[in-house]
């Protein structure tokens, strides 16, 4: 039997359950967590709750999912870009720098490589869970969802994604961090030199987030979506670029021309993407349902085939480039953990390596969405061949 049957209780349930696990995570820091995030086991408690008919499928609650949905996705990948400063990227350098081409190389090879390897058992569109993670394997959960929009891939696809995400991550992560102490070996091989000293300026910090930011960043943020969402409707589609695309790709460029002025020093777009990401998860998730979720299996093994064959590239391309063993786990899991881990993998390696740690991860976010598109096309016409 339905208890909800109109959109403001819907709407007040996805906010709180978006908002419980976080809550939990900072409130206890239960193992669980480092497992399982809490944007995984929100996706998975509100799945739940659709399936057991918590509330009516009506034509007022699907509209206001397919609304929210289209809006909020273009309006969370502007805020995201807000601390993307190109310019200090740039001033990384080219030896960091390469290091992060080459562990998207990596990526993209493996990505291919696997689908490659495994498509007798992914027929159909069964490829898209990879396309969505390659996506969040080099930029973040909020480029997976992007390139979900992007390709048109179902909600119950999404469940494989997150779960292949968060456990591939978290072995991964492991593994990093037990490495450090063959750094000295590894740079002799490589004939590299430590990274550990190289000068770089702190990040800067912002003020504290005020009510008054909150309202500007989700005004401004919503004009974005809407704004994007009208200029798509001027541009040419195709099969694998429709207009979701197009809304998305404008909203990442406008986030990132934001960036570039006075307004990137106003506080709280970070807190407010962090806030909408999770929210959309739920949104998505209730529409969802478990069918399909016995395909998990094949799909960790997809992540952990993957994550073996960029793992060793990345070796094969620190031996012929001269990388050292901290850059590359530094540059790894900027790409797969995303920035709030890859901070503290630098400074277990080392303090100077902090801002590393985040301009790359900050970098990912940039290239995140046209990475899984690109992977997407591929692997859609591989899937047809």
Same mark, same amino acid.
């Given at each position: 039997?339905?208890?909800?049957?109109?959109?403001?209780?819907?709407?007040?349930?996805?906010?709180?359950?978006?908002?419980?696990?976080? $809550?939990?995570?900072?409130?206890?820091?239960?193992?669980?967590?480092?497992?399982?995030? #809490?944007?995984?086991?929100?996706?998975?408690?509100?799945?739940?709750?659709?399936?057991?008919?918590?509330?009516?499928?009506?034509? +007022?609650?699907?509209?206001?999912?397919?609304?929210?949905?289209?809006?909020?996705?273009?309006?969370?990948?502007?805020?995201?870009?807000?601390? &993307?400063?190109?310019?200090?990227?740039?001033?990384?350098?080219?030896?960091?720098?390469?290091? @992060?081409?080459?562990?998207?190389?990596?990526?993209?090879?493996? @990505?291919?490589?696997?689908?490659?390897?495994?498509?007798?058992?992914?027929?159909?569109?069964?490829?898209?869970?990879?396309?969505?993670? %390659?996506?969040?394997?080099?930029?973040?959960?909020?480029?997976?969802?992007?390139?979900?929009?992007?390709?048109?891939?179902?909600?119950?696809?999404?469940?494989?994604?997150?779960?292949?995400?968060?456990?591939?991550?978290?072995?991964?992560?492991?593994?990093?961090?037990?490495?450090?102490?063959?750094?000295?070996? /590894?740079?002799?091989?490589?004939?590299?030199?430590?990274?550990?000293?190289? #000068?770089?300026?702190?990040?800067?910090?912002?003020?504290?987030?005020?009510?008054?930011?909150?309202?500007?960043?989700?005004?401004? $943020?919503?004009?974005?979506?809407?704004?994007?969402?009208?200029?798509?409707?001027?541009?040419?589609?195709?099969?694998?670029?429709?207009?979701?695309?197009?809304?998305?790709?404008?909203?990442?460029?406008?986030?990132?021309?934001?960036?570039?002025?006075?307004?990137? +020093? @106003? #506080?709280?777009?970070?807190?407010?993407?962090?806030?909408?990401?999770?929210?959309?998860? $739920?949104?998505?998730?209730?529409? %969802?349902?478990?069918?399909?979720?016995?395909?998990?299996?094949?799909?960790?093994? &997809?992540?952990?085939?993957?994550?073996?064959?960029?793992?060793?590239?990345?070796?094969? /391309?620190?031996?012929?480039?001269?990388?050292?063993?901290?850059? &590359?786990?530094?540059?790894?899991?900027?790409?797969?953990?995303?920035?709030?881990?890859?901070?503290?993998?630098? $400074?277990?390696?080392?303090?100077?390596?902090?801002?590393?740690?985040?301009?790359?991860?900050?970098?990912?976010?940039?290239?995140?969405?046209? /990475?899984?598109?690109?992977?997407?096309?591929?692997?859609?016409?591989?899937?047809?061949?």
């Amino acid at each position: 039997m339905h208890v909800i049957h109109t959109v403001w209780p819907y709407l007040a349930l996805m906010l709180l359950v978006a908002g419980l696990f976080p $809550a939990m995570e900072r409130r206890f820091g239960w193992k669980v967590f480092s497992v399982l995030p #809490p944007i995984v086991l929100t996706y998975l408690f509100v799945t739940a709750l659709a399936v057991s008919g918590l509330w009516q499928v009506n034509a +007022e609650i699907k509209a206001a999912q397919s609304m929210l949905v289209s809006r909020m996705v273009p309006a969370l990948l502007f805020l995201l870009m807000i601390n &993307c400063d190109l310019r200090a990227i740039w001033r990384l350098g080219p030896r960091v720098l390469g290091v @992060f081409a080459c562990t998207s190389l990596s990526l993209f090879v493996a @990505f291919i490589g696997t689908y490659l390897l495994y498509r007798h058992w992914l027929p159909g569109n069964d490829w898209q869970p990879l396309a969505a993670l %390659s996506g969040s394997w080099v930029g973040g959960s909020a480029n997976m969802i992007a390139v979900k929009q992007a390709i048109g891939m179902s909600d119950t696809y999404l469940a494989m994604s997150l779960l292949t995400d968060a456990l591939g991550y978290s072995m991964w992560v492991v593994v990093l961090f037990s490495v450090a102490r063959l750094a000295p070996a /590894f740079n002799r091989w490589t004939r590299a030199a430590s990274s550990g000293d190289i #000068p770089l300026a702190p990040v800067k910090t912002r003020a504290p987030t005020t009510y008054d930011s909150v309202l500007l960043w989700l005004g401004m $943020a919503l004009a974005v979506a809407a704004l994007s969402g009208w200029l798509a409707g001027w541009l040419p589609v195709s099969g694998m670029v429709s207009a979701t695309t197009w809304t998305i790709l404008l909203a990442t460029g406008f986030g990132l021309l934001v960036a570039h002025t006075p307004l990137a +020093e @106003f #506080p709280g777009a970070s807190t407010i993407s962090s806030a909408m990401l999770i929210s959309v998860v $739920a949104v998505l998730a209730s529409q %969802s349902n478990f069918q399909g979720i016995a395909a998990a299996p094949l799909y960790l093994l &997809c992540g952990v085939t993957i994550i073996a064959i960029h793992a060793v590239l990345l070796v094969g /391309f620190a031996k012929l480039f001269r990388f050292d063993l901290y850059l &590359c786990g530094i540059s790894s899991l900027a790409h797969i953990g995303g920035v709030a881990a890859t901070p503290i993998l630098a $400074a277990s390696y080392s303090a100077a390596l902090v801002p590393v740690g985040i301009l790359l991860a900050l970098l990912g976010y940039i290239l995140g969405t046209g /990475f899984g598109l690109l992977v997407a096309t591929i692997l859609s016409t591989l899937a047809g061949a």
